[in-house]
């Protein structure tokens, strides 16, 4: 009797396989214009003007401001070329997933998608690996190969079972020190971290484009009665018995869920940083788009 054996997937038959089910369509649905997801990315200074009611307040610069008494904002010309980084968070609650994809899965997919977005337009694209610290780094550089690069190291990082408690601090500020001109950053996390992330996180905003990719499965939201099961965290390994027939028991994982996202919204409000929500369910090519659109209809106000 013969047995089919699962062939493993490889960089190029991921590659080819997001290619034509999601890259393709993505581009088609942006008609080209892929810079319509990010705006103020891969820029360098050129002038300084009186602020007008209409300018985006993140550019006021304070120093000159203070000098004059009036406010003043930094204009910049745009570079053809875009360097956009993805620091990636592969500590292990990114190894959950209750519907059909893990969450790492969903970060692979995605930093495929975009990658290969990128570069398709000449664009240049690294990445920062991080699980407890920055494991490993891929310099930024354009092309096909470089994508079929990032997605081979992202396959062939280790998980990690036994890791410390993941501290998104560290990883942030490591970004901020090696990452020098102003890029566009992309930071896939399901943000399940030790706090003090927020400030690290503003101080990236300031001096590149950053958006966050929070990366979470619909069982960390709402549990299903089943009955009795064990709970594992993820990071830290330890279980717990409980029934899920417990309506109150329910209830209140489900109200400290929606607290949990309610902080994170604060914390992502107060850094000006935009969200694109990517749940384990979510197809990539909408969840791209809708954002892409919410983007824009911000930008018009």
Same mark, same amino acid.
């Given at each position: ?13 991921? #590659?080819?396989? #997001? ?21 103020? +990315? ?9 602020? !007008? ?8 610069? @304070? ?39 893990? $969450? ?15 570069? /398709? ?19 930024? %550089? ?14 062939? !990082? ?18 901020? $020190?090696?990452?020098? /001109?102003?890029?566009?950053? +992309? ?9 003090? @992330? &927020? *400030? ?5 905003? !300031?001096?590149?484009?950053? #958006?966050?990719? %929070?990366? @979470? ?29 417990? *309506? *109150? ?9 929606? *607290?949990? &996202? ?18 384990? &369910? ?7 788009? %809708? +954002?892409?659109?919410? %983007? ?6």
């Amino acid at each position: 009797m013969l047995t089919s054996v699962a062939t493993p997937d490889t960089p190029e038959r991921i #590659l080819l396989r #997001l290619d034509w089910s999601v890259i393709r369509r993505l581009d088609g649905l942006l008609q080209g214009d892929y810079r319509s997801l990010f705006y103020g +990315f891969g820029v360098d200074f050129a002038d300084l003007r009186e602020y !007008q009611p209409e300018d985006d307040i993140r550019y006021i610069d @304070w120093n000159v401001t203070a000098r004059m008494d009036t406010p003043y904002v930094r204009q910049y010309h745009e570079d053809r070329e875009i360097t956009a980084w993805f620091l990636l968070d592969l500590s292990p609650s990114v190894d959950f997933g209750t519907v059909q994809n893990q $969450k790492r899965t969903m970060l692979v997919n995605f930093v495929t998608v975009l990658a290969r977005l990128l570069t /398709r337009h000449g664009n240049r694209v690294g990445a920062m690996m991080f699980g407890g610290r920055i494991q490993h780094t891929v310099p930024a %550089r354009s092309g096909k190969v470089q994508v079929l690069r990032l997605i081979n190291d992202m396959l062939r !990082q280790p998980r990690l079972p036994n890791a410390p408690f993941t501290n998104l601090k560290t990883f942030f500020d490591g970004a901020l $020190k090696s990452i020098k /001109r102003r890029s566009l950053i +992309f930071i896939l996390s399901d943000f399940i971290s030790e706090p003090g @992330w &927020e *400030k690290p996180l503003n101080l990236l905003n !300031q001096h590149h484009e950053v #958006l966050a990719v %929070r990366l @979470w499965d619909p069982r960390e939201m709402e549990l299903p009665d089943v009955g009795m099961v064990v709970m594992e965290d993820a990071e830290t390994g330890e279980q717990l018995y409980v029934d899920t027939h417990d *309506k *109150k028991f329910r209830q209140r994982f489900f109200d400290a869920a929606k *607290k949990r &996202e309610a902080k994170l919204d604060d914390a992502f409000k107060r850094a000006g940083v935009d969200v694109l929500s990517l749940s384990t &369910e979510d197809d990539i090519v909408r969840s791209i788009t %809708r +954002f892409a659109k919410q %983007r824009q209809q911000r930008r018009k106000k």
